[in-house]
């Protein structure tokens, strides 16, 4: 796969078949992260695959509790504006808050997730480069991701369920639901780049205009 098109179309995918992901294509999932920079070489990082269904559930749980507060707490303003307006905003949060939902309400079906966690490193500098790393390979065998951080609302649960030692200093970082997509890859709509980039200095012009996606 053209580098290009990996980058271009590892968008979030929170719909995914419960199908298993194969252990070689999880296997490429955890080297490519490992080959991630990282600063010092220190590697403070460590990784978790699950897959029992069991511990998926326990997980799913959470995850559920934590939208709703998500929704009741830092979006609380959007979802209000979602639900009385018809502007173009207010439509594109209503998509977000429906794969959302579904991720909500279908946690318990996702047949691999993958934990990061780093150690005294609260700058995120090392272990989100590894776990993008993840994401594009995972892209490069037609495996859908969606990076989420919301457990941290349930941040001890979480830990206590992965079994995770604390007091080694290990914090997790986020959550990394993987799976055959149901829908198609394309290129996400963003804001173009020269209207959220500047040169030199703050409110300067980045010099040129970006005004469709530059893949294809």
Same mark, same amino acid.
């Given at each position: ?8 179309t590892t968008?979030?995918?929170?719909r995914v078949k419960p199908?298993p992901v /194969?252990?070689d294509?999880? !296997?490429?999932?955890?080297?490519? #992260?490992?080959?991630?920079? $990282?600063?010092g070489n ?7 695959l ?14 559920e509790?934590?939208?709703?507060m998500?929704?009741?707490t ?5 979802v209000?504006?979602a639900?009385?307006s018809?502007d ?5 949060f209503k998509?977000?808050?429906?794969s959302?939902t579904?991720?909500q309400?279908n946690?318990a ?7 990061a ?9 090392s272990i989100f /480069?590894a776990?993008w790393s !993840?994401?594009?390979?995972?892209? #490069?065998?037609?495996?859908? $991701?969606s990076l989420t ?8 649960e979480?830990?206590?369920v ?6 080694e ?6 959550c ?5 997509p149901?829908g ?8 173009p780049a020269?209207e ?6 703050w409110g300067t ?9 530059l893949?294809?």
């Amino acid at each position: 796969m053209d580098i290009r098109e990996a980058l271009y179309t590892t968008r979030a995918m929170r719909r995914v078949k419960p199908d298993p992901v /194969p252990d070689d294509i999880q !296997a490429r999932i955890l080297d490519a #992260a490992v080959r991630a920079p $990282s600063g010092g070489n220190a590697q403070g990082w460590r990784f978790m695959l699950v897959d029992d269904k069991d511990q998926i559930a326990k997980i799913a749980a959470l995850y559920e509790e934590c939208i709703a507060m998500l929704w009741d707490t830092v979006y609380k303003d959007q979802v209000a504006h979602a639900n009385t307006s018809d502007d173009p905003d207010a439509k594109q949060f209503k998509s977000i808050m429906n794969s959302v939902t579904w991720a909500q309400e279908n946690f318990a079906t996702y047949p691999l997730l993958l934990f990061a966690f780093d150690q005294f490193d609260t700058t995120g500098g090392s272990i989100f /480069p590894a776990v993008w790393s !993840a994401m594009l390979q995972a892209r #490069a065998d037609g495996i859908g $991701s969606s990076l989420t951080s919301v457990l941290m609302f349930k941040n001890e649960e979480t830990l206590d369920v992965l079994g995770v030692p604390t007091e080694e200093g290990w914090r997790m970082s986020c959550c990394v639901p993987f799976g055959y997509p149901t829908g198609k890859w394309g290129v996400a709509k963003r804001r173009p780049a020269h209207e959220v980039s500047y040169r030199n200095t703050w409110g300067t012009p980045v010099g040129f205009e970006i005004n469709e996606p530059l893949w294809p």
